[in-house]
């Protein structure tokens, strides 16, 4: 299974950015797809999850209240919605993808994702 995001860019601090990330010759759709972000010099960290059968949607603190995920099965696409972009949201986005359903404990976890996209560049100054 392939994941391919997009939708990075250069934005101004308040900003909004959209990142998509597609995934094909798989589905993730009966298991998780998260979002996670490294900025240089730093270690990946968890941005957001979401998984099959669970309502509830999963955020690291700095995010809450201004980024939104949301998967589309049909699409086989997930999608992280930024709003209130700031500077310290600059980093390398990836996707990634689990094809079984992590345990919620599990989420913010990168071994619980076998699968991964390239990343995708956000650069936000202020």
């Known amino acids: 299974v392939q994941l391919q995001a997009s939708g990075g860019g250069s934005v101004q601090a308040g900003d909004s950015l959209r990142l998509s990330c597609a995934a094909s010759?798989?589905?993730?759709?009966?298991?998780?797809m998260a979002w996670f972000r490294q900025a240089p010099g730093k270690e990946r960290e968890f941005v957001a999850a979401v998984r099959y059968g669970d309502t509830n949607t999963y955020y690291t603190d700095s995010v809450k209240g201004r980024f939104t995920i949301a998967r589309d099965n049909a699409k086989n696409t997930v999608y992280l919605q930024m709003f209130s972009l700031r500077p310290e949201d600059t980093a390398l986005y990836y996707c990634?993808?689990?094809?079984?359903?992590?345990?919620?404990?599990?989420?913010?976890?990168?071994?619980?994702?076998?699968?991964w996209g390239q990343g995708t560049q956000v650069t936000v100054s202020s």
């Open positions: 990634a993808g689990a094809i079984n359903r992590p345990i919620s404990s599990a989420l913010r976890d990168r071994t619980s994702y076998r699968h």
């Open positions: 010759g798989g589905t993730f759709s009966r298991g998780g």
